[in-house]
């Protein structure tokens, strides 16, 4: 019990440190999406509408 209580409270203080870096990030342009080098790797998990894109691209 006395684990995961400390546990919590050391979440909390990373997740408010991370809250305020997450300003920081938001000024920052989205990342460039790697599928145009690479070439698509078909996954079982994969969506049919990342399916969609590769048959496309």
Do not use: G, H
């Amino acid at each position: 019990m006395n684990d995961t209580c400390s546990w919590a409270k050391e979440n909390v203080s990373r997740f408010r440190r991370r809250a305020t870096s997450r300003q920081r990030w938001q000024r920052l342009p989205p990342p460039r999406p790697q599928s145009r080098r690479q070439p698509y790797i078909r996954t079982p998990e994969s969506s049919p509408k990342e399916l969609e894109l590769s048959r496309k691209s």
